[in-house]
């Protein structure tokens, strides 16, 4: 079992039902029962949480609107789902605090490292906001830096898919799956869209495993988080 992870949960996720965009409070509800029995065994989470279902920069970007501005309205974003979901957890009955990379002291605490290791220390779930706090750079390398920071175990993705392909399994029945895979085969296959050379380059250079499984099979972040094999590791 891990005693401390990182958790990377997309906004697409989080708005469950609402194809539209939005937060939906029973997908984050369910979540929150996922996470209960890691969290009763011991293990401290750390959750990096994106921001799609309400803005993406990447999207936004346009001669209208600068790529800077663009991506900071994303990290915006991010902000509005980690207050969501840490409410909902707190409701759960699952003790949790947000902090942010963008300071907005009125509405969330600023992250600082000191800060996430008392609340980790003291049992909550820290859910971070803001991404990297800098524009150009996704929310996926900014969860595998502050994994790296918070001295965590292991990356774990969630996705709609159960692990890496050897293509788009939506799209090509016949992709393979991989139980396993090197950081410099992922990078290296431009078909596998898992996550963006940044994170992947930033996870090689540290020997920071990562874990990509599907998050709404019911059991499998408890299984991730125990070191049972599900999905696929890259390391």
């Not at 996704?138 to 990356?155: I, K, N, R």
């Amino acid at each position: 079992m891990y005693k401390r992870i990182l958790l990377k949960l997309s906004g697409e996720q989080l708005q469950g039902q609402y194809n539209g965009g939005g937060f939906d409070v029973e997908r984050a509800k369910w979540i929150a029962d996922e996470l209960r029995e890691a969290i009763n065994k011991g293990t401290e989470i750390v959750i990096m949480i994106g921001g799609g279902n309400y803005a993406r920069g990447s999207q936004l970007a346009s001669d209208a609107i600068p790529r800077v501005v663009a991506d900071n309205i994303g990290m915006l974003a991010t902000m509005m789902n980690s207050l969501a979901l840490v409410s909902v957890f707190t409701s759960e009955g699952i003790p949790s605090r947000a902090l942010s990379n963008i300071k907005a002291d009125q509405v969330v605490d600023q992250f600082t490292h000191r800060r996430a290791i008392s609340h980790l220390e003291k049992g909550r779930v820290v859910v971070v906001a803001g991404g990297i706090g800098r524009p150009y750079l996704t929310t996926d390398t900014a969860a595998v830096s502050l994994a790296l920071e918070m001295d965590c175990d292991v990356v774990l993705k969630a996705t709609k898919v159960d692990g890496v392909f050897s293509d788009d399994p939506f799209t090509n029945p016949d992709a393979k799956k991989y139980d396993s895979i090197s950081y410099n085969d992922v990078l290296s296959k431009k078909e596998i869209g898992v996550m963006d050379n940044a994170a992947l380059g930033l996870a090689l250079e540290h020997k920071m495993p990562i874990i990509v499984f599907a998050l709404l099979k019911e059991g499998n972040i408890a299984k991730a988080i125990m070191g049972e094999n599900i999905g696929t590791i890259i390391r």
